[in-house]
Structures are given as C-alpha cells and as structure tokens.
C-alpha cells in the first residue's frame, strides 16, 4: 500500500472551531428557510438550495465532531500512558 490508500489514525481531540462553524452553518441555512418562507427572497430556488447543501454541511460537521468526542472519551485512558510504556505491555 502506498501512503495516499493508507487508513489515517483516528483523531482523538475535538476541534471546537469545527463545531461552532457547524452551528454557523446551520444558523445560515436556518435563515435561508426562513427568509424562502417568508416570501422575502427574489430567488426562491437558490435559497432552498443553498439552504439544504449548508443544512447538510453543518448536520455533518456536527456529527463528526461528534464522533470524535465519543472516541476521545472511549480512549481516555490510551492517552495517559506513555507509547512506549503500551508497546512493552503489549509484548509481555
């Protein structure tokens, strides 16, 4: 395998800029909704659309940071040891 096919490690620490840009996103497409059924748009298509692709984008977001924290949380214990001290462990 070369290095592009190669799995990444799964990240252990929650990126909370990626969280609050989750919720702005999902604030964005909120307002684009409301403003489609408020009638106070001249492009009704481009609002329902970019309204649903942020409403995607910011559920998604939100989930994988969301992953990431139930991960951290599942190897809290991973993290206090030192590498070299779980490789020993290991072999033992």
Same mark, same amino acid.
């Given at each position: 395998?070369?290095?592009?096919?190669?799995?990444?490690?799964?990240?252990?620490?929650?990126?909370?800029? @990626?969280?609050l $840009? %989750?919720?702005?996103? &999902?604030?964005?497409?909120?307002? !684009?909704?409301?403003r489609?059924?408020?009638?106070?748009?001249?492009?009704?298509?481009?609002? @329902?659309f970019? $309204? %649903?692709?942020?409403? &995607?984008?910011?559920?998604?977001? !939100?989930?994988?940071?969301?992953?990431?924290?139930?991960?951290?949380?599942?190897?809290?214990?991973?993290?206090?040891?030192?590498?070299?001290?779980?490789?020993?462990?290991?072999?033992?």
């Amino acid at each position: 395998m070369n290095k592009d096919t190669e799995k990444r490690p799964q990240r252990d620490q929650v990126n909370y800029v @990626l969280i609050l $840009g %989750g919720g702005y996103v &999902l604030y964005t497409a909120a307002n !684009l909704f409301i403003r489609l059924v408020n009638g106070e748009t001249e492009n009704p298509a481009i609002n @329902l659309f970019g $309204g %649903g692709f942020f409403a &995607l984008a910011g559920v998604w977001l !939100l989930w994988h940071e969301w992953k990431v924290y139930r991960y951290a949380q599942k190897h809290r214990d991973d993290q206090r040891e030192p590498p070299e001290q779980r490789e020993r462990e290991g072999e033992r």
